[in-house]
T-cell receptor
Framework: AQKITQTQPGMFVQEKEAVTLDCTYDTSDQSYGLFWYKQPSSGEMIFLIYQGSYDEQNATEGRYSLNFQKARKSANLVISASQLGDSAMYFCAGPNNAGNMLTFGGGTRLMVKP | DTEVTQTPKHLVMGMTNKKSLKCEQH?????MYWYKQKAKKPPELMFV???????INESVPSRFSPECPNSSLLNLHLHALQPEDSALYLC???????????????FGEGSWLTVV
């Protein structure tokens, strides 16, 4: 993707509720993929989920799922049943056109309220 | 637990010091990366190694010197740094160069660097 955009700098969600984090991308490629990472305050960047453009079903990993809409060029992350430990920065990322590096969005800080 | 190990976790160094950050992975990955991340910003790519050869240098100042001794190890040598170089340095690896084929990049826990 040439550009990744995350429009929500910060979000609050009540514990046990679901939350959607937005990500839009801009690419001229026919084949591409989007990644989501979680970064707690400790600093580690944790891989959450990936979906390729040719995948027919939306990707799911435990409480994480991707709502991938190619026509809208969006790849939103849905977290179900939020937990306090979900409080972190979340980054959407995709490969550049050359396919040799990741382009990151600006990130969304998610805060889960007890 | 991450399979990319970075040491040290925290480093404080003076502007005249020479230090190194170390990174190790045992996943058999052939691409390794150094990223720099400032507070409240996304990571910025510094260097990419592919099959132990430097593939990408994102115009990084020469005071940062990467080294890839073998396919499992990646070092970042630091010399004559400036206070503005203080940041979180993330090492990462992937099976091949990330791209259109879903080669996931796996990151380490990062090294917090403070230059005084």
């Amino acid at each position: 993707a040439q550009k990744i955009t995350q429009t929500q700098p910060g979000m609050f969600v009540q514990e046990k509720e679901a939350v959607t984090l937005d990500c839009t991308y801009d690419t001229s490629d026919q084949s591409y993929g989007l990644f989501w990472y979680k970064q707690p305050s400790s600093g580690e960047m944790i891989f959450l989920i990936y979906q390729g453009s040719y995948d027919e079903q939306n990707a799911t990993e435990g409480r994480y799922s991707l709502n991938f809409q190619k026509a809208r060029k969006s790849a939103n992350l849905v977290i179900s049943a939020s937990q306090l430990g979900d409080s972190a920065m979340y980054f959407c990322a995709g490969p550049n056109n050359a396919g040799n590096m990741l382009t990151f969005g600006g990130g969304t800080r998610l805060m889960v309220k007890p | 637990d991450t399979e990319v190990t970075q040491t040290p976790k925290h480093l404080v160094m003076g502007m005249t010091n020479k230090k190194s950050l170390k990174c190790e992975q045992h996943m058999g990955h052939r691409a390794m990366y150094w990223y720099k991340q400032k507070a409240k910003k996304p990571p910025e790519l510094m260097f990419v190694y592919s099959y132990e050869k430097l593939s990408i240098n994102e115009s990084v100042p020469s005071r940062f010197s990467p080294e890839c001794p073998n396919s499992s190890l990646l070092n970042l040598h630091l010399h004559a740094l400036q206070p503005e170089d203080s940041a979180l340095y993330l090492c990462a690896s992937s099976r091949g160069l990330t791209g259109k084929y879903g080669n996931t990049i796996y990151f380490g826990e990062g090294s917090w660097l403070t230059v005084v």
